[in-house]
């Protein structure tokens, strides 16, 4: 039993060592500032990904289709993939001219060996040379079968008035031909492309012929949140946006403007990219393969720890993930949190999210959470009709808050 444990142990170590070598995975259709990896069907996605053990690697992709709650659908890869639903990511790209060296991995999805034909959710999966599962990546394929209106208003309930939106959308299908509504159709209210922050499980509260209406009161309500933060490294030697002071070691280290945590922070708006990250540099002309790593120190100010929670830096620069590497540590004689992230030049949106003992995100505590906030949400509908093998995605809609609605 104890020599079980100690490979478990070591295996999971490995593991973990192993995963942090992997950085700035993208997931996106190759459109210039288009983040969304919600397309429809037949749209080219790109992934891509460094390496920082520089040794080029005999990488894999994977595809699983997916139901619309994100398990294994029955359907084979022969009935949604023309083709093969695992390959070699054959362009590898070794950087050059940098501090920190790193093998950049691109492929596109579909390819030539690789030809999706349905739409619906699915699973993307790196594998390394021994099978194992790297690091994963959602995304949704959509059909244009229906037509989906979202408004995003202030909360009507008194008690949340200031602080959370209410999202309202109506289904038209007129092409379609929905019997059972309650069994036949899900929706998914995605905030910011944000997995971790969804409303799901929701009926329609009227419908009638080729149409479906939600309007909740409350139950589609989320926290407004505040605008995120950011920071510019496009320079590996010199200041940028947000950056104090920069020291040249092995590699650049550059040190954050601190944030202070105030419990009652006022709204203040600030453009964002809604928690993205644009990797750039204009230390170079290559950014896929010039751009430069950066060790960026954060801190944040609070007067007293807080009591049985943990705070993370929280942003799509590693998939909204709560990971040691983002955790932040109370230093007691500056009385501020501190921590660094290795992180390739670029353009960042983050903010802090604390976590408490039973593992609850909690993205609003640091910074606060306002109506007034700019949030994109999305509303995913899928349809499987009785007798239907998977969950179609029959369209999307999004819809951003406007402070006049």
């Known amino acids: 039993m104890l020599k079980k444990l100690t490979f478990l142990f070591l295996f999971t170590i490995c593991l973990n060592s192993f995963s942090q070598t992997i950085k700035s995975v993208q997931l996106r259709p190759k459109q210039e500032n288009n983040f969304s990896s919600i397309v429809p069907l037949g749209t080219i996605l790109e992934l891509s990904f460094d390496d920082l053990g520089a040794d080029s690697k005999d990488y894999q992709y994977k595809i699983e289709h997916m139901t619309h709650d994100w398990q294994r659908s029955r359907l084979l890869s022969s009935q949604f993939i023309d083709g093969f639903d695992q390959s070699t990511i054959l362009e590898v790209t070794n950087s050059f001219n940098t501090f920190q060296n790193y093998t950049h991995y691109k492929v596109e999805i579909p390819n030539i060996n690789t030809v999706i034909t349905k739409s619906g959710n699915y699973l993307l999966s790196i594998l390394n040379e021994d099978d194992e599962v790297v690091f994963t990546r959602k995304f949704v394929l959509y059909e244009k079968a229906a037509t989906i209106g979202v408004t995003v208003s202030r909360s009507r309930n008194a008690k949340t ?230 969950d179609r995605v029959i369209g999307i809609g999004s819809g951003f808050f406007n402070q006049n609605n």
């Not at 998914?188 to 009227?206: A, D, G, M, R, S």
């Not at 007293?304 to 929280?314: A, D, L, W």
């Open 161 to 390: 008035i200031n602080t959370q939106q209410t999202i309202e959308f109506t289904v038209n299908h007129p092409n379609l031909r929905i019997n059972n509504p309650s069994q036949e159709v899900n929706v998914v209210v995605l905030k910011n492309e944000n997995w971790n922050e969804k409303i799901n499980n929701i009926q329609p509260t009227f419908f009638k012929q080729n149409q479906l209406k939600y309007t909740y009161r409350n139950k589609t309500n989320f926290w407004g949140g505040n605008e995120y933060l950011n920071f510019d490294s496009k320079f590996i030697r010199n200041k940028s946006v947000n950056v104090v002071k920069i020291e040249m070691k092995d590699i650049s280290h550059q040190y954050l403007y601190p944030e202070t945590y105030n419990p009652n922070k006022q709204y203040k708006y600030n453009p964002d990219i809604n928690g993205q990250f644009v990797i750039r540099t204009l230390d170079a002309n290559i950014a896929t393969t010039e751009a430069d790593y950066a060790m960026m120190h954060f801190t944040l100010y609070a007067d007293e720890p807080f009591i049985e929670e943990e705070v993370f830096v929280y942003g799509a620069y590693n998939n909204f993930k709560i990971e040691e590497e983002n955790k932040l540590y109370y230093n007691f004689e500056d009385k501020s949190y501190q921590g660094k992230i290795l992180l390739k030049q670029g353009f960042y949106n983050y903010t802090f999210a604390t976590v408490d003992k039973y593992k609850t995100i909690n993205s609003n505590k640091i910074n606060g959470t306002f109506y007034q906030t700019e949030n994109q949400y999305t509303v995913i509908v899928y349809f499987k009709p009785f007798g239907g093998l998977y």
